[in-house]
């Protein structure tokens, strides 16, 4: 099996404006995906996933690149501190394409190879974001088509 990336493909009924707020704005993330997000201006933030309790789990995130409506991408799970690059982080990217009414979401996650990990990282590490994306894209569509309906 390959492990240098993860792709998933789905269709939104709501507009490419509606689902890149979707996927890029903090308000919006906590919806379907991380149950805290804090993004500046500048792109640099941290997203927070709960441990059971009031403990959460802290993630660095920063915006790459942001091409409304139609691409955002961003990397991940870099240490606080340091700048975000392919060594040390992931890299997710929508790409986000007008499809009749609504709007054809394309996900790719990658950056598990280039972590320098061994081969058994690499595969955990793999499955355990297959496994979430799993989880989280599926919730994705129907809040934004909700978000749209309210538009």
């Given at each position: 099996m390959e492990l240098g990336s993860i792709e998933r493909e789905i269709r939104i009924?709501?507009?490419?404006?509606?689902?890149?707020?979707?996927?890029?704005?903090?308000?919006?993330?906590?919806?379907?995906?991380?149950?805290?997000a804090e993004l500046s201006p500048d792109g640099h933030g941290r997203i927070g996933f709960g441990k059971g309790g009031d403990e959460i789990?802290?993630?660095q995130f920063t915006v790459v690149d942001a091409m409304p409506p139609r691409h955002f991408s961003f990397r991940w799970t870099?240490?606080?501190?340091?700048?975000?690059?392919p060594g040390n982080s992931y890299l997710?990217?929508?790409?986000?394409?007008?499809?009749g009414t609504g709007t054809?979401?394309?996900?790719?996650?990658?950056?598990?190879r280039e972590r320098g990990w061994a081969e058994a990282k690499v595969?955990?590490?793999?499955a355990d974001h297959v496994t979430g994306w799993d989880h989280f894209l599926?919730?994705?569509?129907?809040?934004?088509?909700k978000v749209g309906a309210g538009r």
């Open positions: 009924e709501a507009s490419p404006e509606v689902v890149f707020d979707v996927v890029s704005s903090p308000e919006h993330l906590k919806a379907w995906w991380p149950d805290e789990d802290w993630e870099h240490p606080a501190g340091e700048q975000a690059v997710v990217v929508f790409e986000l394409e007008p499809a054809v979401l394309k996900m790719t996650e990658t950056g598990f595969a955990a590490e793999h599926p919730r994705l569509a129907p809040y934004a088509e």
